[in-house]
Structure formats: C-alpha cells, structure tokens
C-alpha cells in the first residue's frame, strides 16, 4: 500500500512540474485560448484570444506586426506599453516620450503639425501659420526639435535692426515686436500694425497713416485731439471756438464720428441754461437761434418761437416787476420753465419795501450776473440831491440803511440818540445837521461849550468868574435863560446852615476853584472861640474835626474816639489848655507827663526812685488812694519773697532792681559749705537748684541735669570729688577721675588696656572686673575661647588686628597640603576655615568656583592648575590640558575645538568618544558611517551644516530634473532624507512648478504618470498630457468641433465631468430659458458632426415650415431659416 502511495505521489509532482505556464502567473488567460490540444503551436485562424482584451489595444501598424517584435520573451506581461519601449526616439528627447502626442498608429507621418502647434508654448497664427518648420527649427531636418525662444525678436531680430522707418534701433523701439505688429497679421506692413493704443475707428479710420504722422516718421506723436484738430478748432465758426474761449479738449462736446457731428456741449445745461433738457430740448436747431454769432454771451428769449410782447404781457398781467427783456426771462425762468416763478428771497438780496414794485431792468440794467447789494449803486443820486438835511454838506454817510429802511425815505430809520448818544430834544429838535456838523457827521463833539461858547463869552459874569464850561451844571436844553445849579452835583453838596447862605458869600470872586476847606470861610469863628479858646489850645483848623454844618453848638468832638484817652474821674470837665500846652497834637497821655510835680512832692518817690508810671499805684478818681500788685512785674512774688518788705529788695529804689537770685543772696551763696559752692565754682544762678520756699532740700537732680547718675561708689560724694573748681568742666569718662588707679592697676600700662574702665569695671565694687570679649567686633568662639589673651594683645590691646593671618601667618607658611604659598591661596583664613580647628577645612571647591573635583582632578594639589594664585585659574580643559591636545594625533592638524569634554571625560583621558546627535547636526541614513574627514575637511571647527556646502556637486550634475536649470533650491532636505541613494525624494514644491489639485493631487505619488521618467520636458498645459481623451471624445467629437485644446476652459481638474460650457452667454441659452430639457445631445442641433458653427433650429421638435409660415405671416423680412430664427429670436423666445 505504501508503495502505490509513492508511486502516484511521485506522478502528481511530475504532472505539476510540467502543468506551469512558461508565461508566468500575471497571464489569466485560459490555454485553449490559444492553444489547442494538437500541439501548443499559436493559429491565428483557429485562436479565440483577442489583443483587444487586454490594456494595449492593437490599432494601425501595431495589427500587422509579428507578436515577437514586442513579446520577446514568454512572459506577456513583461511587454511594455510606452511607444520608446520599442521605438527609438528620433528626436532626442526635445518632444517627450510621449509619441501618441503626435504620431498615430497609422503612421509615423504628421497630418496635423499646424493644430499640435497649437498646443505648444507658441500657437501658429497669421503669418506663422504657413511658415516651413525648418524657418524656426533650424535643426529639425536631424529631427532634433529643441525648444527654441517664443519671443518675436528670437527670430526677427535682422528684420528690427533693418528696418528704416521708423529706425527701430535708434529710436530704441521695444523689442517686443507685438506691441506694435499684430501676430495673426500676414504682413509687418500698416495692415498688421496693433494700433489698439489708440484705436483707428470711425472718424480716426484713415488708410493713409501720413495723415496723422505727417512727418513720414511713424515715432509717437502726441494722441490729444487739438494737437491734430487745431486748424479744424481756430476755422469753426458756428459758433467760433476761439472768440468765445471753447475749451480745446474736444471730445467734451465731440465724439469720433465723422465731419464733427454729432456735438454736444452737456456742460451748457449745468453752467449756463438747460437746452439739451427740460422745456427748451429740441427747440433749437443751431446755437444762433439764441445767440449772437460775434458774441455768445448775448442771448435773446424774445426771438423765439412763441414769445410775441403782446402775449407775454397778458400772460404776465399783475405780476410784481415783470418786464419784457431777455435778461428779465432769464431771471424769472432760469430753468426754461414756465411754471417757474422766479424769487429774489432766495437771493442775497431779498426784496422788501418799495423793492418789491421795483421793475426788475431799472436794477438790472446790466444783466443779473453779479449785481451789486449796495444801496448807493443804485440811489447815488438821491443821496446827491437829499436837502433836509443835506446829505453832502453835512458828510452824512453813503451806507444809506444807516439811516432808512426800503419802505420809503421818509420818516428815517435815524435814532441820533442810539447812534451818536446825544438827544435831538427840546431846543436841539428840528435843526439842521450841518448847524453843528461841519463837513462831517463823525467831527461833532457833543459837549455844550463846542457849539454855545458865544453864548458862555457874552453872559454875565462866566468869564470873569470863571464859570465852567460844562452848561448843563446850570442851563437845560429847552430855555437857555431859566437855569439852576445844583450844589450837590460838586465836590460840596449843601446842608445844614450852608443851604441859605448866598453863593457870593463863599465865591465872593470867583466860582472854579473855591476852597471847600471850613477855615476858608470861618477863620474868624475860630479865632473868636473862648471855650475852649482855640488858638489858645492849639486846636485844629479842621473844623470837620469837632463841628457839623447845622450848627456850631453842640460840639460834635470825642475825645476817647479821637485821641483813646478817656476824659474820666478827675480828668472830666478840664479846660483843653490845662493838658495841651499850645496845640492839642503834642499832649502825652502817661500821667507823669502833667503830673510830675505830684511824684516829686510824693513822700520817698524821688528818693526810692519809683517808676514815673502813676497807674501802677495810683488811679484817676483819688491820687490818694494808691496799692501796688507785685505779680504785675516781671518777678511775682513766691515763696518766701511775699512777707519781704520792699526796701529788703529795693536798697537802692525801685527802677532797674535785678530779678538775679544773687543780686540779693550773694551771702548765702558764699557761705554755702555743702558743697562749697565757690570752691566748686556752682552756677550762681540759684533757681538751678533751689526755689523760693527755702534753700534746703535742693531741687538739683545730677542725673537728669548732667546725664550721669551718681549711683553705686558715686552716691553721697561731694562735689568736689570729681568737679575740681567748675561743676560744667567734669568729664563722665572713668579715666578722668581714675587714671591713677589704671597707672596702679597690674598690666594696664604694660598691656595698653583701653581707658574705657566700664569695658570690665562697674561702679559698685572696682576690683569685680569682667571682659565681655563678645562685646567687640571680634566674638571669641571655637579655640579661641581658650586662648590667653596676651597670646593674641601681645603688643596692648588697642588696635589689635581681626585677621586671621595677624596670628596665623606662621601656620599659613608652613601648610603643605596643600600647599598655600606655592598655590597662592588666599591669606583669608575663614574662606577655607573656622575656628574650631585647622582640619577639616571647610572649604567647597564646586561651591566656591562651580568646577568639582572629580575623576581625575579629585586629590590634586592645587598648584597643579593653580600657578602662583588661585585666583586666576580657567575652567575650560584647554588651559591646563594644552600639551596633551597638541600631542594628541590628528587634533592640530585637523584644527579640532579645544572643547575636550566634546569627547573626552575626566576619568579617563583615553577613553575618548563624540557623539555627533549632540550637535546641531545629529547623524541619520547615509551620513552615520561616513568618514569624519570626508565633510570636515578644513578641520572641524565651522563646518557648515547646509547640504549645498557638501553636495554641491551632486546638485550640479542632477539632469532628471536639471536642479539648476529649472532653479531648485540647493537646501537638498526640501525634496530629499539622509537614506541612501537621494531616494525616495519628496517635491513638496511641485506647486511652485506646477500645482497638483484635483485628481492631479491624487496621482502626485506616481510621477512617472505625467514625467514618464524625464522631468525636463514635461509640457504644463492640459492638452500636451490629454490629448488621446481629447481626440477619443465623441459626445461631442472635440476633434470634429474643433474645440479649443485649452481643456481648463470647460473642465475642472478633479473629474471630466461635470464639464461646465457657457453655451448660454456665448452663443444661445440651452441650460436656461425655452429650450432647457429640449434636447439630449449636442447633434440635436448641430447636426454637422465636423463643423459645431453650424446650427439647425428647423429640424427641432415643432418647427415645421408650414407652421413657422403660417405663424409669421405679415412678419417683415420673415424668412424659414436657422440664420434667421436666431437672428429675430437671439434668447430662444417666441415673443
């Protein structure tokens, strides 16, 4: 059994061997297709397999072609489907790979060379169209078609630099031939001129180009109208341009149209009258039949049409200031219309008064432009002829409505009470202006004496009296000879007894300066007063002073409010003269002045000398009655001094007795005896330390006057103890008094100690002395506190240094590890020590310096980095590692950084690494196992880290794409990584090129779709890459309708369809309108397959001739045609 199962799994394996197909697993084909059961030979005759099933469609050449010539090998699918797979490209590569773009399988032959150019960088127009190729492409009889420049002067250049007129190269004419030729133009004669700067047409369509470029030199020549049109401007004469000024840009009434017309001047109804508007629009056929040939700025209403006087004035009949003249028509109608009522209130010049009746012509004699709003230019003979008053004479203003209103001239608007402030009244009303105006109605002064001096000159007694000037103080305006005076008016109004009194009384000879003083009239009342006599008293003349004007008795005079001394007590009902000896402004108010004799004759004061002023005892009623308040002074009496009689104190009077204590108790201040105040030399002023109640107990208090308490051993010394001859002069310093005991004291001397005994001694017990070391700037901690102080004050204790080194220097010198001095370490001992002991030292190198020791820096002596001080050491390796950088291999040559931690560490120096990610350039893909030296060629300090500064060269020689032909950027990680090979590469900037939207961006992936492997000649426009789906269109056939190759125009790039095609607004709507969802296939209506331009509206549902007839009979010009449907019915509209 196991035998039979060998054997036939034995025949399984070879029957597979020989059962695979020798045309590889891609091939789905069924055998039989090809094959038959004969033999496996191929027979076309009896094969069911059709090419035409498969992707690559057997059409033209490719249907008589042995299958060999392109299978060569067994393996179909190995076959490819580029036409350069099999065919050569003739042409180098200067038109693609793509040969489908221009050959068919029919034939190599180009049929359609003229339409392919359409689809280049430069469409065949005009001449170019029957060019022979090789004109332009020299090389194409090699087949070899390079792209060759677009520009006109590429090709044209000898014909620029030929031509004469004008001489293109010395006028430097553009090089850009179409700025001027046209391109689809046969010939560079006038006929192809692109003369769209400034369109030839109508008027301008002349065939001889010298009519404008008279010169024969066809260079720019100025394009406004008048420098062509000057003649044609100066010969118009109807109306003449230049009389009447028209301005010379001439299309402001012309258009291009030919012989000038039609013209229009638009501005002549916005400046001037409406005639191409309104009521006078096409009532006038030429300028004349309103103006004056010579003079257009004459016109005349009346001359037209229906303007006879006869009708006008009825029409006009009861209009205020109507008039039949042009100029009145113009002002009333300036718009032309009838209905238009013309009113002056609108104006700067409203009518009022007699203006309104005024006809306008005797205002507007000179038409109604810029008419005059002054008064005199119109009334300037009234003004000249006005008699009451006369204006002329009297130099009465021209401002006529100063003075009148437009009512009437009479009655005058003129107040000369407003105007001038001077009243026309009483004997002033009715005169004539010019009776005190002269010449002038501004000169006028409106005092009386300036018009009435005669009258003052000959009335009696004015000028001899001197009566002032000013009339009205007496006379009124209505009867000059009934006048008064009022008094009060002055500076000396009139009351009490002066009412009465006859004015030549006071003005016996004259009235202007009378004094007003009282002693200028009652001299004599004065010098006859006997009580009190005046004269006798010296009283002032002022009688003002003490008198009213009523009457002489009672007298008015107060002696407290006049002088503030009261006439009280004895002093009541004296005589003047007893106090005032010869004028009453010298009396002295103190009493001694008129009572001197009473102090002298007074028992004791001559001899006590008691003060002269009498009310410090005395009073003003009884001069007997006299008590005395000491605590009026300036020494009240206290204590002790109240029960003192006056003469214990004032031995030698009372005048200028001292309030000192010692005026009075020098005695007891000598005799004091403890203390003795004069050997202490105590202050004499008593009240320091005693009062007034008695000597002891002393108020002195040593601590709050001096600011030293005399406590412990000080307290109950005597003064003298420490004040030696002066208590001010003591110091409160120990050693003033205690020097001696300091000189006794052991070791003071020898040791210097301070002369602050307080420092160690109290003043209770001298010899309990204690030092407080903690006290000073120098706190004795750690192993000083056990230290005896003459070890540290070997030399006194005043000024003994604080340094560490003032001690320690002999320990600094000898310290050997490190050692100091070699190190040059700071003498500072506390920056590495304290005081409890030498070792440890405190001292942190990572703190202090931010460098740790560690690795092999760790146990080093500080000499080895520091030479000569500690100080001025660098962190950086190189300082101290410089020998081992230039003897380490390579590192000079190849200039490495001298930052050795970039790859060494300090452990050990040999175990050196770099890892190259830690710089700003991290190694990937091909750049990790290149040689350093490969990129750091001069060295590795600097290398730039662009990808241009190492594959310059690799850009250079790129040809797929040329990267510097097209200008691709030299930074290479735009489009490329680190990966071997530059591949993949990305190009993100295809857009800058050429962007990929729509179904673009869905095969950006796959460039070989559009490049086909060569990135050089890719063509960017549509066609170039869809010309198969162009040509295989059928509905409708592109190729047939000779549809434009710009497929932008009706697709999108995400999809072929939808595909949008403004049929509507070029030619005729189908997608709007009647005919929307009337047709199915464009052939409905084109029905010529090659040619879209024609068009049939007659084949189409119910256009039937005899319809069409019957619907437009009558209809002009009907005719039963396409042309003719579209031409009456353009948007496909019955109506």
């Known amino acids: 059994m196991r035998k039979l199962s060998l054997t036939l799994g034995i025949i399984g394996i070879v029957l597979n061997l020989f059962a695979q197909s020798p045309h590889g697993d891609s091939l789905k084909f069924d055998c039989s297709d090809c094959h038959t059961t004969g033999n496996w030979e191929f027979d076309a005759n009896t094969s069911t397999f059709k090419h035409s099933a498969t992707s690559f469609i057997l059409e033209g050449q490719h249907q008589f072609v042995d299958c060999r010539s392109c299978h060569v090998s067994m393996i179909f699918s190995d076959a490819k489907t580029n036409c350069v797979d099999c065919h050569t490209d003739m042409h180098n590569n200067t038109l693609g790979l793509d040969c489908a773009r221009c050959h068919t399988p029919k034939t190599w032959i180009i049929e359609n060379v003229t339409d392919l150019h359409q689809q280049s960088r430069f469409p065949l127009i005009g001449a170019h169209r029957i ?264 130099g009465i203003s021209k401002e006529c409505k100063e003075c009148h209103d437009e009512n009437a001239w009479k009655p005058s608007s003129f107040n000369h009470t407003v105007i001038s402030s001077f009243e026309l009244s009483e004997g002033h009303a009715g005169r004539q202006c010019s009776d005190c105006h002269i010449g002038t109605t501004t000169e006028a002064v409106n005092d009386c004496f300036t018009c009435h001096q005669t009258n003052y000159n000959e009335a009696k007694e004015h000028i001899s009296l001197s009566f002032s000037h000013n009339c009205l103080d007496c006379h009124n305006t209505s009867d000059w000879t009934l006048f008064t005076f009022d008094h009060s008016t002055t500076a000396f109004a009139l009351t009490g007894s002066h009412v009465l009194v006859s004015c030549e009384s006071c003005h016996a000879e004259i009235y202007a300066g009378t004094l007003a003083l009282c002693n200028s009239c009652h001299l004599d009342n004065y010098n006859a007063a006997i009580d009190p006599s005046h004269t006798g008293a010296g009283i002032s003349t002022n009688c003002e002073d003490c008198h009213n004007a009523i009457d002489w008795k009672p007298s008015v005079f107060n002696h407290l409010t006049t002088s503030g001394f009261e006439l009280s007590g004895g002093h009541a009902g004296r005589q003047c003269s007893d106090c005032h000896i010869g004028t009453t402004t010298e009396a002295n108010p103190d009493c001694y002045s008129c009572h001197s004799a009473n102090y002298n004759a007074a028992p004791d004061h001559l001899a006590s000398a008691f003060p002269h002023d009498c009310l410090q005892c005395h009073n003003n009623i009884d001069w007997k009655d006299a008590t005395f308040d000491h605590n009026t002074t300036n020494f009240p009496l206290t204590g002790s001094h109240i029960s003192v009689n006056c003469n214990d104190c004032h031995i030698n009077g009372y005048t200028g007795t001292s309030a000192l204590c010692e005026s009075c108790h020098t005695d007891n201040y000598t005799q004091a005896s403890n203390p003795s105040h004069t050997n202490l030399g105590i202050s004499k002023n008593c009240d320091d330390c005693h009062n007034t109640v008695i000597w002891v107990p002393s108020t002195f208090n040593h601590l709050t006057t001096s600011g030293f308490e005399l406590s412990g051993g000080h307290s109950g010394r005597q003064c003298a103890d420490c004040h030696i001859g002066n208590t001010t002069d003591a110091n409160s310093d120990c050693y003033s008094c205690h020097s001696e005991n300091y000189n006794a004291a052991p070791d003071h001397l020898a040791s210097s100690f301070p002369h602050d005994c307080m420092q160690c001694h109290n003043n209770v017990d001298w010899k309990d002395a204690n030092f407080d070391h903690n006290t000073t700037n120098f706190p004795l901690s750690g192993s000083h506190i056990g230290v005896n102080c003459i070890d540290c004050h070997s030399n006194g204790y005043t000024g003994t240094s604080s340094l560490c080194q003032s001690c320690h220097i002999e320990n600094y010198n000898l310290a050997n590890n490190p050692s100091h001095i070699s190190a040059g370490i700071s003498k500072d001992c506390d920056a590495c020590h304290e005081t409890l002991n030498w070792v440890p030292s405190t001292f942190n190198h990572t703190i202090t310096t931010g460098f740790e020791l560690s690795g092999g820096h760790s146990g080093r002596q500080c000499a080895d980095c520091h030479i000569g001080t500690t100080s001025g050491a660098s962190q950086d390796c190189f300082s101290c590692h410089s020998a081992n950088y230039d003897a380490a291999p390579n590192h000079l040559a190849s200039a490495f950084p001298h930052d050795c931690l970039i790859c060494h560490n300090n452990v050990d120096w040999k175990d050196a690494t770099f890892d190259h990610n830690t710089t700003n350039f991290p190694l990937t893909g091909a750049h990790i196992p290149v040689d350093c030296s490969n990129c750091h060629t001069n060295g590795y300090t600097g290398t730039s880290s662009e990808c241009s500064s190492c594959h310059q060269s690799n850009y250079d020689q790129t040809s797929n794409p040329n990267h510097s032909a097209i200008g691709i950027s030299t930074n290479c990680d735009d489009c490329h990584t680190t990966s071997p090979g530059w591949i993949p590469a990305s190009f993100q900037i295809h857009d800058s090129y050429y962007a990929l939207n729509g179904a673009h961006a869905a095969v950006a992936s796959n460039c070989y779709l559009c490049h086909a492997g060569n990135y050089n000649i890719t063509p960017n426009n549509c066609y170039a890459c869809h010309t198969s789906d162009y040509n295989g269109t059928t509905d409708p056939s592109h190729l047939a309708a000779h549809f434009p190759t710009d497929c932008a125009s009706c697709h999108s790039e995400n999809a072929w369809k939808p595909a949008t095609f403004d049929h509507d607004g070029q030619y005729f709507p189908i997608y709007s309108g009647e005919h929307r969802g009337e047709w199915s296939s464009c052939s409905d209506c084109h029905t010529q397959a090659s040619n879209y331009a024609f068009f049939s509206c007659t084949d189409c549902h119910e256009h039937n001739k005899t319809d069409m007839d019957d619907e437009h009979n009558g209809v002009s010009g009907y005719v039963y045609n396409s042309t003719n449907c579209l031409a009456c019915h353009p948007t496909g509209k019955a109506d």
Request: charged share 20%.
């Open 131 to 394: 060019a022979n190729c090789t004109d332009c492409h020299l090389s194409s009889s090699n087949l070899d078609f390079s792209p060759i420049g677009v520009e006109c002067v590429d090709c044209h250049r000898q014909d620029y630099d030929k031509t004469t007129n004008p001489n293109h190269a010395q006028a430097n004419i553009s090089l850009n031939c179409i700025e001027c030729h046209k391109i689809d133009a046969m010939e560079w004669d006038a006929s192809g001129f692109n003369h769209d700067f400034f369109p030839l047409n109508k008027g301008h369509a002349v065939s001889d180009c010298k009519t404008c470029h008279t010169s024969g030199i066809f260079e720019s020549i100025p394009n406004d109208c008048y420098s062509c049109h000057q003649s044609d401007f100066e010969g118009a004469s109807n109306p003449s341009h230049s009389v009447l000024g028209f301005s010379t840009i001439c299309n402001d009434c012309h258009t291009t149209d030919p012989d000038w017309t039609p013209a229009k001047f638009d501005e002549h109804d916005v400046q001037f009258f409406p005639i191409f508007s309104g009521n006078h629009r096409g009532e006038w056929n030429s300028c004349t039949d309103c103006h004056t040939q010579s003079q257009y700025s004459t016109f005349s209403c009346t001359d037209c049409h229906e303007h006879n006087q006869s009708d006008m004035n009825e029409e006009h009949q009861g209009l205020s200031n109507y008039s039949y003249n042009s100029l009145a028509c113009m002002a009333c109608h300036p718009k032309g219309s009838a209905d238009e009522i013309f009113d002056h209130n609108t104006t700067a010049f409203p009518l009022k008064g007699q203006h309104q009746t005024t006809s306008c012509i005797d205002c507007h004699t000179q038409g109604f432009a810029n008419m005059s709003s002054e008064c005199l230019d119109c009334h300037t003979e009234n003004y000249n002829q006005a008699q009451d008053p006369r204006h002329i004479e009297a």
